[in-house]
């Protein structure tokens, strides 16, 4: 039964893989048109360990093109553009998007691993975030201080020119739109990398913007970290930085771009608490805290990886959560009943693995999950079951480190000021998550956390309307909201003399 279930998944996908190679060559995207690369790498199917296409690997030469295609398209209309123009254009091209959202899940699922409902829902987010800066295209405005009568002082703001945008691969067509929808709607041009492991939503969304956007107005270039992040980090026409990815990298992204002076925006990992106060509605907590570390595998940037749970429930909560962890179905992604992928690589799964390792070397107790599931059926594929860690101490190595795993960690507090040090305990400041029906524990809790992000009584959902960054480790500046808007902008003071007139 196993083995003949494996068969089917793996023919599924070696078919699902012919349809993703009939939808584009995988080359890059600059100005306006597919361009070959010398060089190429592949794309893995994570379900079945399968390479899906093979893929454009860009180098520092293809990026010099793009960035040049970019100036030329920004000189020539794209910084020449009405707001109103944009946000037609923007809207043209969500409108294409839109008829396309099967296809765009479809791809996001296959090169991921992510559960079609859930890679479906990440191509709406994406396109909603696109919608978003489309309609705020058209409210952008200056201001004007006050002063003598003999002067008018205003502000202008202005686009960069071109941006370099640097995606990771857990959410990639999400994350790109929350890049490229905020610096186009600004008036950049922009040169956008994604991750290597998933660089397909991106490339196909680009390719549905022919005709609409201005050619060179976005180039999609993939490839390495190493090749083309770096060449576009050090780019000295690169005019604004906005970086998705780790602490390490992010932190390479930034003193590269000291060295001409870029601004740059990062958003980055986090180890983010989810505090179970003794009046929480257990059933909402277990809910919140288990979309929080399994949605997508655990490989979520906010993933609420450290649940702290009031010592008067947390027996309780650990028995409901453990249930809920099991009851996750681990299955192909492309099904629409599968609640949870495998990883979405290799090199995942074994990060994970050494973490759940490292997790029992260190005293804590594994509850549930740990490791591969048993059905012949997955084996081939980067699959983890949902694991959970009891008895685990804020100073362990899985409570500090970023895993990017469905690995749940639990500890306990006995006061509120325990709660929030336990919290605030760590070098990361993404998300935090409060469980309590009282207001003043929530608002409360909300100050007196060091995150970027609070959810109470849920996880998720993020909607482009608010800003999304992370405090100390996790990043410097927002996506998302009105306020990334300020991140693609320089800002001039316009002083004009009016004398009194003598005609
Ligand atoms: P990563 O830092 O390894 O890579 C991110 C991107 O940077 C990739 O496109 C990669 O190719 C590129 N890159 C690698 N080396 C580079 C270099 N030297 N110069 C320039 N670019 C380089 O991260 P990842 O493994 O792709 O993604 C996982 C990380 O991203 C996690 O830490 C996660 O928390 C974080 N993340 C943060 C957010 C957020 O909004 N804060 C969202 C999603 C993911």
């Known amino acids: ?138 409210v952008q405005d200056g201001r004007q201080i006050a002063t003598g009568d003999d002067l008018h002082l205003y502000t202008r703001t202005e686009p960069y020119g071109v941006v370099g945008q640097i995606v990771p691969w857990n959410f990639p067509i999400w994350a790109a739109a929350w890049k490229l929808g905020p610096a186009l709607a600004t008036g950049n041009a922009t040169v956008i990398k994604p991750a290597a492991d998933c660089p397909l939503t991106t490339i196909r969304i680009a390719e549905l913007s022919e005709g609409i956007l201005p050619d060179g107005a976005l180039n999609v270039v993939p490839g390495t ?80 990886s450290r649940a702290l749970v009031h010592e008067d429930v947390h027996a309780e909560f650990v028995d409901r959560f453990v249930e809920a962890a099991e009851s996750y179905v681990l299955g192909d992604p492309l099904a629409e009943e599968t609640t949870m992928g495998p990883l979405t690589s290799r090199a995942q799964y074994e990060t994970v693995s050494g973490y759940v390792e490292c997790g029992t070397d260190e005293g804590a107790t594994l509850l549930t999950g740990g490791g591969p599931p048993d059905e012949d059926a997955l084996r081939d594929g980067w699959f983890f079951e949902p694991t959970v860690f009891g008895d685990v101490d804020n100073g362990m190595t899985i409570a500090r480190e970023e895993i990017f795993g469905p690995v749940q960690t639990i500890d306990t507090f006995s006061s509120y000021e325990e709660a929030i040090e336990l919290a605030n305990d760590t070098r990361f400041g993404l998300a935090a998550g409060i469980g309590t029906e009282r207001t003043d524990i929530a608002h409360g809790a909300a100050a007196d956390l060091e995150a970027g992000v609070v959810y109470v009584n849920e996880y998720g959902p993020i909607l482009p309307e608010a800003p999304y960054g992370g405090f100390k480790a996790s990043g410097i500046g927002t996506d998302l909201g009105t306020e990334v808007l300020e991140h693609y902008q320089r800002t001039k003071s316009v002083y004009v003399n009016l004398d009194e007139p003598d005609c």
Request: hydrophobic share 40%; proline share 3%.
């Open 1 to 138: 039964m196993g083995s003949a279930f494996s068969g089917q998944l793996r023919e599924a996908h070696a078919t699902a893989r012919e349809r993703a190679n009939e939808l584009s060559d995988w080359d890059a995207w600059i100005d306006g048109r597919s361009v070959e690369s010398d060089a190429t790498l592949e794309t893995i199917d994570p379900a079945v360990n399968e390479p899906i296409a093979t893929v454009a690997r860009c180098d520092a030469a293809d990026v010099e093109t793009a960035v040049e295609a970019a100036e030329n398209a920004f000189d020539a209309e794209w910084s020449g553009s009405t707001p109103r123009e944009r946000s037609r254009a923007l809207s043209e091209w969500t409108d294409r998007l839109r008829d396309r959202v099967e296809e765009l899940a479809f791809l996001e699922c296959l090169d991921t691993g992510k559960p079609r409902s859930q890679a479906r829902g990440e191509v709406e987010g994406a396109i909603d975030t696109l919608e978003y800066y489309a309609s705020l295209c058209r």
């Open 225 to 304: 970290g190493s090749e083309v992040g770096a060449a576009i980090t050090a780019h000295e026409d690169v005019r604004k930085l906005s970086f998705t990815g780790s602490v390490g990298v992010g932190t390479e992204v930034m003193k590269t771009a000291a060295d001409t002076l870029t601004p740059v925006t990062l958003e980055l990992g986090g180890k983010s608490p989810f505090l179970v106060f003794p009046d929480a509605d257990l059933e909402s907590a277990v809910e919140a805290v288990a979309n929080g570390i399994f949605y997508s595998t655990g490989e979520i940037c906010d993933a609420f």
